[in-house]
């Protein structure tokens, strides 16, 4: 039997949660048709189609709605963030042998209509439908601080600028408004052209990125020196929480970004391989994660009545970047499986300090924010992985060497073990069933 979903001219983003009254959850994704001679149940009269699956990878329960989403044979194929599991999303079929539960969604008339087993429908009533965000706060307006007023708009490269070229020119844009809106624009021009007869050129080796990207009108202090925030108790601690954070955000568009152009010329030990086009595009889309990271904390700072720039910042994330500047299993390690995964296990309890504090507008950012990082600390394991499996090393104690040479103090717990097991990283990486759960490091 069929429950609507709502109205062609309701249902006009790219992808959508459905929950259901059973509890289940699905994936509406609307697309544009790929073979329009031919007008299919699920595709409208303008040539859009619509295809529906369970919200949860059945691999471990990853996020199907921040999926990647490709063209394969003819059918649209996701990819879940969390370890790259492919579905077509029409039969559900898996490259790697496991399947996905689809539904079937027939267009009638103007309604999008939802095919559910019938045995469950009488009792089956759609609780509410909540579109997935991508959306980047670009700011469109003249601040009322005088540092923010009438920025420039971000210089655009041309058709013919590689990726190198582009995350040359990005990491030494000193403007935070500029940063994100070309972070955000090279990501979609890097996915809309891979999937056309012309990709965008890499530019291996053709780009130089400064030792350090510049800032503006922020006054910067060692991390040591750095302003205390406080618990969350107060809008003042709050502000300065989310002004820490969005500093955070800010130098990890950076690191995204250096990541692509710094080692664009890497080969691993042995067979001498090049990095893959995905490792580009991984790392792009963990840089346009962050540039919305930091464009959501900082609109939220300023309905706060503050602005970013209000308080003063450190460089420390950029510390551990020139120190693994030379080598890119180092700055996998600690960028992305020492300081991200950090992040997931103090996430939790900022979220929780929001929430008890009443922020009910902060809470949903950071919780955007926390399962984002997830998949980025996938990408970060994904990418040791393949580089170990290369060159016939084991990545753990790869990772574990490195933490040993470039990080100062112990990885300290308490471990958010099932947000880190999400992202691949299993005990071994980080437990070495020391006293009060810390790994053991040299100073």
């Known amino acids: 039997m069929l429950i609507s979903l709502g109205t062609l001219s309701l249902l006009t983003q790219t992808r959508y949660v459905v929950h259901l009254s059973d509890g289940k959850r699905l994936v509406l994704f609307r697309l544009p048709a790929i073979d329009t001679s031919t007008r299919k149940a699920n595709e409208t009269y303008n040539g859009w189609s619509y295809?529906?699956?369970?919200?949860?990878?059945?691999?471990?329960?990853?996020?199907m709605a921040e999926s990647s989403v490709d063209i394969e044979d003819s059918a649209y194929v996701v990819s879940c963030p969390w370890h790259a599991y492919d579905f077509n999303v029409e039969t559900g079929e898996s490259s790697v042998g496991i399947?996905?539960?689809?539904?079937?969604?027939?267009?009638?008339?103007?309604?999008?209509m939802l095919e559910y087993p019938s045995e469950t429908i009488n009792t089956i009533k759609i609780a509410r439908i909540e579109p997935v965000s991508e959306k980047v706060e670009l700011k469109r307006y003249a601040s009322s601080a005088s540092i923010l007023e009438n920025t420039p708009g971000a210089r655009y490269l041309d058709?013919?600028?590689?990726v190198c070229e582009?995350?040359?020119?990005?990491?030494?844009?000193?403007?935070?408004?500029?940063?994100?809106?070309?972070?955000?624009?090279?990501f979609s021009l890097f996915v809309a052209r891979e999937a056309?007869?012309?990709?965008?050129?890499?530019?291996?080796g053709i780009a130089t990125p400064p030792d350090q990207p510049p800032r503006e009108?922020?006054?910067?202090?060692?991390?040591?020196?750095?302003?205390?925030?406080?618990?969350?108790?107060?809008?003042?601690?709050?502000?300065?929480?989310?002004?820490?954070l969005a500093n955070i955000e800010l130098w990890a568009i950076d690191l995204a970004i250096d990541i692509c152009v710094r080692f664009a010329m890497f080969r691993t030990e042995g067979n001498k391989k090049e990095l893959p086009r995905a490792f580009f595009h991984d790392w792009l889309k963990v840089a346009s994660d962050e540039a919305k990271h930091f464009s959501l904390l900082r609109t939220r700072i300023e309905q706060m009545g503050s602005y970013f720039g209000a308080l003063p910042v450190h460089h420390g994330l950029w510390l551990s970047a020139t120190e693994t500047a030379y080598n890119l299993r180092s700055r996998i390690s600690i960028i992305a499986l020492v300081h991200e995964a950090r992040g997931l296990d103090v996430n939790p309890m900022t979220i929780e300090k929001f929430r008890k504090a009443g922020d009910k507008q902060s809470v949903p950012v950071l919780e955007i924010i926390h399962n984002d990082e997830i998949t980025h600390v996938t990408t970060g394991h994904r990418w040791l992985t393949w580089i170990c499996e290369q060159e016939g090393t084991d990545p753990v104690q790869v990772f574990r060497n490195n933490v040993q040479k470039h990080f100062r103090g112990p990885i300290r717990g308490p471990f958010n073990e099932e947000a880190r097991m999400q992202a691949g990283m299993d005990r071994r990486w980080?437990?070495?069933?020391?006293?009060?759960g810390d790994m053991a490091v040299a100073s």
Request: charged share 20%; aromatic share 6%; with cysteine.
């Open 217 to 244: 009108s922020l006054v910067e202090v060692q991390p040591w020196d750095a302003p205390k925030t406080g618990r969350a108790g107060s809008a003042k601690s709050r502000i300065a929480m989310l002004h820490a």
């Open 51 to 63: 295809y529906a699956m369970e919200a949860e990878c059945p691999h471990a329960g990853g996020p």
């Open 196 to 204: 056309s007869p012309s990709p965008m050129n890499l530019g291996r």
């Open 430 to 436: 980080y437990d070495n069933h020391g006293a009060h």
């Open 166 to 186: 582009w995350a040359a020119h990005i990491l030494n844009t000193a403007n935070p408004e500029q940063k994100i809106d070309l972070t955000t624009r090279l």
């Open 99 to 112: 399947k996905a539960c689809t539904f079937p969604i027939k267009i009638r008339g103007e309604e999008v």
């Open 159 to 162: 058709d013919n600028a590689s």
